[in-house]
């Protein structure tokens, strides 16, 4: 019973967001991503989609998030929105991240990627156009599978502070105080695969077509990256979502190597008080604030 009510609830929500969507204007752009779409599955096998689509999707996004990051240290004016101003970036940190993030890349999460194709044949994930979800119920599924990594992430991570493993694993990734983009994915092996595992858990759970791998690791790679950055831009759209994390949030997390365990969202840290630390901080700053002015 408690099935098919959860199944009814479901299905409904789905027929909710389709609606909605249907009353939003066309994409512009709908035209010509179809005849990409179309021409990529005519060109190649769902293989090579799934594993080296996959693979350049990440590599190409990972590098293009952390851009601006990286090119906002040679601009004077960004330097004011630096959250840990006494310790900026050096090419030595940069390229030793550099280094690690290959390594990561390819030869832990590529045998990973490598899965993606046999997961979506195991499962009938579909790739075709025609099957393909609308915009708003993309975005609901992305959205679902941040929720299930952010909580994955909130108690894996604290996990890995305990003073007994932390110095084995996570300490690695603690390694720079003041974080930059790139270090969003400066970590340990085991870490990598641990805390990794939350966000193939929403996949398995609402994957409903190809591309929500793809619009997931999007959405994953931004957010991971911005909250790395070590710049608090005011004008950021991600500080518009309710509940979100941001930069300053992870920032404090790596300034003081604890509390502030969750990834995307503040709500696991407020439920258990893990960011009481982080709340008189700024407390205290905005008294500072007002005293300069």
């Given at each position: 019973m408690a099935t098919n009510e959860s199944i009814s609830i479901f299905s409904s929500a789905s027929l909710a967001v389709e609606y909605v969507d249907s009353l939003l204007p066309e994409n512009p752009l709908?035209?010509?991503?179809k005849n990409a779409w179309n021409y990529m599955l005519?060109?190649?096998t769902k293989f090579q989609i799934a594993t080296w689509g996959s693979l350049i999707v990440h590599e190409i996004l990972y590098f293009l998030f952390c851009l601006p990051g990286f090119l906002f240290q040679f601009i004077p004016y960004m330097k004011k929105y630096k959250i840990q101003k006494d310790k900026p970036e050096t090419w030595e940190n940069q390229w030793k991240c550099f280094k690690v993030i290959l390594f990561n890349h390819f030869c832990i999460q590529l045998p990973l990627i490598c899965g993606t194709y046999y997961f979506t044949e195991y499962f009938n994930i579909p790739y075709d156009w025609e099957r393909m979800p609308r915009r708003c119920t993309l975005l609901v599924r992305c959205f679902?599978?941040?929720?299930?990594?952010?909580?994955?992430?909130?108690?894996?991570?604290?996990?890995?502070?305990?003073k007994r493993i932390y110095k084995y694993i996570h300490k690695v990734h603690h390694e720079f105080q003041a974080p930059f983009g790139m270090e969003a994915e400066y970590a340990h092996p085991l870490e990598t695969l641990i805390l990794g595992t939350g966000f193939f858990i929403g996949?398995?759970?609402?994957?409903?077509?190809?591309?929500?791998?793809?619009?997931?690791?999007?959405?994953r790679l931004i957010e991971t990256i911005d909250v790395h950055s070590g710049y608090d831009i005011p004008l950021n759209p991600l500080n518009?979502?309710?509940?979100?994390?941001?930069?300053?949030?992870?920032?404090?997390?790596?300034?003081?190597?604890i509390?502030?365990?969750?990834?995307?969202?503040t709500?696991?840290?407020r439920i258990f008080g893990t960011d009481s630390q982080f709340t008189a901080y700024c407390e205290k700053m905005k008294k500072i604030e007002k005293k300069t002015e």
């Amino acid at each position: 019973m408690a099935t098919n009510e959860s199944i009814s609830i479901f299905s409904s929500a789905s027929l909710a967001v389709e609606y909605v969507d249907s009353l939003l204007p066309e994409n512009p752009l709908q035209e010509p991503f179809k005849n990409a779409w179309n021409y990529m599955l005519n060109n190649y096998t769902k293989f090579q989609i799934a594993t080296w689509g996959s693979l350049i999707v990440h590599e190409i996004l990972y590098f293009l998030f952390c851009l601006p990051g990286f090119l906002f240290q040679f601009i004077p004016y960004m330097k004011k929105y630096k959250i840990q101003k006494d310790k900026p970036e050096t090419w030595e940190n940069q390229w030793k991240c550099f280094k690690v993030i290959l390594f990561n890349h390819f030869c832990i999460q590529l045998p990973l990627i490598c899965g993606t194709y046999y997961f979506t044949e195991y499962f009938n994930i579909p790739y075709d156009w025609e099957r393909m979800p609308r915009r708003c119920t993309l975005l609901v599924r992305c959205f679902g599978c941040a929720v299930i990594e952010d909580t994955w992430h909130y108690f894996l991570h604290r996990l890995l502070h305990h003073k007994r493993i932390y110095k084995y694993i996570h300490k690695v990734h603690h390694e720079f105080q003041a974080p930059f983009g790139m270090e969003a994915e400066y970590a340990h092996p085991l870490e990598t695969l641990i805390l990794g595992t939350g966000f193939f858990i929403g996949i398995v759970l609402l994957c409903d077509h190809v591309i929500l791998l793809w619009a997931w690791v999007t959405i994953r790679l931004i957010e991971t990256i911005d909250v790395h950055s070590g710049y608090d831009i005011p004008l950021n759209p991600l500080n518009l979502i309710p509940f979100y994390a941001g930069s300053r949030h992870h920032d404090f997390h790596h300034m003081n190597f604890i509390g502030n365990y969750a990834s995307t969202f503040t709500w696991w840290d407020r439920i258990f008080g893990t960011d009481s630390q982080f709340t008189a901080y700024c407390e205290k700053m905005k008294k500072i604030e007002k005293k300069t002015e």
